[in-house]
């Protein structure tokens, strides 16, 4: 309900569909001490959804909807875009939703307003405030602004508020009892069983309570919320952000390469480049490139024109250097000595990720002869979504595949990847010229083999496990996190921090409840050892390429044999008289 009119919303090719009933004009009368009375709106709700008006508005993404005065709707539009490096915790961007208005009188769109992320309309429809970033903004409703007004400062004219006027007294620790109650509160209602899974909840509460009087900070404010919420004993039960205290910021500058102490060149040779994408700034190693030429031998011997020494590390001479150009004074094995210029990294991160899983591929490719492929999958959000497809179509046209969820953050799309490598061969296309093309497209011909661990969580347990369920193949490595009770943040605390509340728990056939706290067992366990990673093995992987190939020995897999291809020669007396008219 919007104010005293009714928002039905639905999506077609023209855009949004809102039913908005015009409140009849109300019977007003008299209190007994003289205040008007108002009659409330009466809603028909008989056949309700047959009453729906077309709103032609061009097809996009639409958020709030709200009716107005006059026979008028008000929507915030954004663009189609996508969802990589983005966070939902990301609130104080600036927004990108316009602010559309439909007259149905006039038949026509005007866009009121730009940059907006949310807007709130008074109860009157008569004032709107939206917000866009960290910046307010109080407007007539259906009010067209003046563009010139969008970078301009606060003022009545404007409708900017000046937030920097508003001064506010803050009692942390009244601050911190209201939190407490409000997270407790959250919990009791949003809990994804009503009994709380057998926890006296209101018992707890007590319990905590009174160790409020002897928090001091925020940070122990969080330690009490941890241990209150760990004792409904779920995974997914966080708390996080808010106003804590920030510690001093040591950013050092990378360059994406490794180095050792060489005391015959009185430098810090280089033992290994990293290699990412060279076409992204901040996912590859600046020694990559053009014009730096440095390779694995070179001796780093100063940056910024100050000599390193065994003592004063690259480390030491690129603090607070991250993310800015440096000079860095190279030698070669022969001698030659130069000077070049870098823009150094504050992550390494993406870079890391992204060599390691190269230098897996590259390995499966050479010790399979190039006859198995290899899929990493990070998380089961928008940045593990882009990691599967960013491989999967090459490598699923290896005849076996080995798929790798070990580390997987979790997310919520491990069913759209699972159908995708469900799929099975029922035929092929066979053209002329080219190789036949498999149907279902993209499909593998051989077996499939996955590796998961302990750091696999929430979906990417759930991936692990129906895995198994699906019969897909078999999944090598440790057993995973045991964490599935999925979360929708969407509350936060007066001080911008929030907490989650367990609210989708996962049961599954084989097993019910028993994922959670659990995890799921692979079917063959291999052990990653400390020393294995410091010597550069990996056993999971190893045995997850024995395991494919001892398949594909038992069972290879190839091309079905297409002959004999159908004939179709004309009848032999049509091919007679057709010879007689020639002649």
């Not at 500058?253 to 005391?263: K, N, P, V, Y």
């Not at 410091?534 to 897999?557: C, F």
Request: some cysteine; overall charge negative.
């Amino acid at each position: 309900m919007l104010g005293r009119s009714v928002g039905v919303l639905s999506t077609t090719l023209q855009g949004i569909i809102p039913v908005v009933m015009e409140p009849t004009t109300p019977v007003s009368s008299e209190t007994p001490n003289g205040e008007p009375q108002v009659e409330p709106t009466r809603i028909d709700f008989d056949d309700i959804h047959l009453r729906v008006i077309t709103v032609p508005l061009p097809a996009g993404i639409y958020g709030q909807v709200a009716g107005l005065s006059k026979r008028r709707v008000i929507a915030t539009q954004y663009p189609v875009e996508g969802l990589l490096g983005k966070s939902w915790l990301d609130s104080d961007e600036e927004g990108k939703g316009t602010l559309l208005m439909y007259d149905f009188n006039t038949a026509k769109t005007e866009t009121l307003a730009s940059k907006l992320n949310d807007f709130t309309l008074a109860r009157d429809h008569k004032t709107l405030a939206y917000r866009s970033g960290k910046r307010l903004r109080v407007i007539a409703a259906g009010q067209k602004l003046d563009e010139k007004h969008e970078q301009a400062p606060p003022s009545r004219e404007s409708g900017w508020i000046d937030l920097s006027r508003v001064r506010c007294a803050v009692i942390p620790t009244r601050e911190w009892q209201q939190m407490y109650r409000e997270a407790w509160r959250l919990q009791r209602e949003f809990f994804w069983s009503a009994d709380m899974s057998g926890v006296d909840w209101q018992k707890v509460y007590d319990r905590y309570y009174p160790l409020l009087e002897r928090v001091a900070t925020r940070g122990e404010f969080s330690d009490l919320m941890w241990e209150m919420q760990g004792e409904l004993g779920t995974s997914h039960c966080y708390e996080f952000g808010g106003d804590y205290r920030q510690p001093p910021q040591y950013s050092v500058g990378l360059l994406g390469a490794e180095f050792e102490w060489d005391e015959q060149a009185q430098g810090y040779r280089i033992t290994r480049i990293l290699t990412g994408d060279p076409w992204l700034e901040e996912v590859d190693s600046p020694l990559n490139e053009p014009g730096v030429n440095a390779q694995v031998g070179d001796v780093l011997l100063a940056v910024n024109g100050r000599r390193l020494t065994r003592e004063f590390t690259p480390g030491e001479g690129l603090l607070h250097l991250a993310g800015v150009p440096v000079e860095l004074t190279l030698r070669t094995p022969q001698g030659e000595m130069r000077v070049v210029t870098v823009k150094t990294l504050g992550d390494e991160s993406k870079l890391r990720y992204r060599d390691w899983v190269r230098r897996n591929r590259e390995y499966v490719h050479a010790q399979t002869n190039g006859q198995v492929g290899y899929l990493h999958i990070p998380d089961m959000g928008s940045w593990g979504f882009s990691e599967f497809h960013r491989g999967f179509l090459s490598e699923i046209a290896c005849p076996a595949l080995i798929v790798d969820v070990r580390a997987n953050g979790g997310g919520s799309v491990s069913p759209l990847l699972l159908e995708k490598l469900a799929r099975k061969r029922l035929g092929y296309d066979v053209p002329r010229w080219g190789k036949p093309v498999p149907y279902p497209y993209d499909s593998a011909m051989g077996p499939i083999v996955a590796i998961t661990d302990e750091r696999a969580g929430s979906d990417g347990d759930m991936f692990s496990h129906a895995f198994k369920l699906m019969k897909l193949g078999v999944l090598i490595g440790k057993r995973t996190w045991g964490g599935v009770i999925g979360i929708w943040p969407k509350s936060v605390f007066v001080d911008q921090g929030l907490t989650t509340q367990p609210e989708y728990a996962f049961w599954f056939h084989d097993v019910g409840w028993s994922v959670e706290n659990y995890g799921t067992d692979p079917d063959i366990e291999v052990d990653y050892a400390p020393q294995d990673y410091a010597a550069g093995r990996d056993p999971q992987l190893d045995r997850a390429i024995a395991e494919i190939l001892k398949q594909m020995e038992a069972n290879p897999p190839r091309l079905p044999d297409f002959e004999p291809r159908p004939k179709l020669p004309l009848p032999s007396g049509l091919r007679l008289a057709a010879q007689s008219r020639i002649i």
